[in-house]
């Protein structure tokens, strides 16, 4: 039986990565294809803006949220959306930083489609998005599903920019990171070897997938003929 100080912040990371998984699966193929098949001005600027996440500080992506979504700003003023410190701000915090990770892996794979190809398919009388959703994205699909799966890893394991933008309310928005802390905080560390224990559990299953996806795509190399021996 899973105590409630296990089902609570288990509960709310599984919904908040659901949630992210979306955003990134959106945005991330979206920025990706854009980035691998568009030459527009400034293209290196959008992508070293999408992947800043990776280098800054979780507080600082954190706090930019904050201030985007808080008081004064458009979203929150001209939309009337107030997210701040609910689970919804939590998977946005969380899609945010794990957004690198699809972007990129998306972008390969895209990329290294064969154009000719997709030109077969146009010759055939495909629109543009046919080819994209008969050609182009079954061909990359399993690059796009590394990234996915690696970006909604690194969604549920985020902490700084969450804390920042959802607090860590207990059955609202506290997930496992948020609850480890916590734990630790208070001296619970039986709580937090548990958590700690399902979490690395988790990463170590989407790695484990990853891995396998990567070694299952590796042409295999056919073996040499074998000579025969010269009379």
Same mark, same amino acid.
């Given at each position: 039986?899973?105590s409630?100080?296990?089902?609570?912040p288990?509960?709310l990371?599984?919904?908040?990565t659901?949630?992210?998984t979306?955003?990134?699966f959106?945005?991330?193929?979206v920025l990706?294809?854009?980035?691998a098949r568009?030459r527009?001005p400034?293209?290196?600027i959008?992508?070293?803006v999408v992947l800043?996440?990776? +280098?800054?500080p979780?507080s600082?992506?954190?706090?930019?949220l904050?201030v985007?979504?808080g008081?004064?700003?458009?979203i929150?003023?001209w939309?009337?959306?107030?997210?701040?410190?609910t689970?919804?701000?939590?998977a946005?915090?969380s899609?945010?930083?794990?957004?690198?990770?699809?972007?990129?892996?998306?972008?390969?794979a895209?990329a290294g +489609?064969?154009?000719?190809?997709e030109s077969?398919?146009r010759?055939l009388?495909?629109?543009e998005?046919?080819?994209?959703?008969? +050609?182009?994205?079954p061909?990359a699909?399993r690059?796009?599903?590394?990234g996915?799966?690696?970006?909604?890893a690194r969604?549920?394991?985020?902490?700084?920019?969450t804390?920042?933008v959802?607090?860590?309310?207990?059955?609202?928005?506290q997930?496992?990171?948020?609850?480890?802390?916590d734990?630790v905080l208070v001296?619970?560390?039986?709580?937090?070897n548990?958590?700690?224990?399902?979490?690395t559990s988790?990463?170590?299953?989407?790695?484990w997938?990853?891995?396998?996806? *990567?070694?299952?795509?590796?042409?295999r190399r056919r073996?040499e003929?074998?000579? *025969?021996p *010269?009379?």
């Amino acid at each position: 039986m899973i105590s409630d100080a296990i089902w609570q912040p288990l509960r709310l990371s599984l919904q908040v990565t659901a949630l992210a998984t979306l955003l990134l699966f959106l945005a991330g193929l979206v920025l990706g294809v854009l980035l691998a098949r568009v030459r527009f001005p400034g293209r290196i600027i959008v992508e070293t803006v999408v992947l800043l996440p990776l +280098v800054l500080p979780p507080s600082v992506v954190g706090y930019y949220l904050l201030v985007g979504l808080g008081r004064g700003s458009p979203i929150k003023d001209w939309l009337g959306l107030d997210i701040l410190f609910t689970w919804q701000a939590a998977a946005l915090a969380s899609a945010l930083v794990g957004l690198p990770l699809m972007v990129q892996a998306t972008r390969a794979a895209i990329a290294g +489609v064969n154009p000719s190809l997709e030109s077969a398919a146009r010759t055939l009388g495909s629109s543009e998005m046919g080819v994209f959703f008969r +050609v182009t994205l079954p061909l990359a699909r399993r690059g796009v599903l590394v990234g996915l799966v690696l970006g909604a890893a690194r969604a549920m394991g985020e902490f700084g920019a969450t804390l920042m933008v959802a607090g860590s309310i207990p059955g609202r928005t506290q997930t496992l990171p948020l609850a480890i802390y916590d734990a630790v905080l208070v001296q619970d560390y039986a709580l937090a070897n548990q958590l700690v224990l399902l979490v690395t559990s988790l990463a170590f299953l989407g790695l484990w997938w990853v891995r396998r996806q *990567e070694e299952n795509g590796k042409p295999r190399r056919r073996p040499e003929p074998r000579k *025969e021996p *010269e009379p």
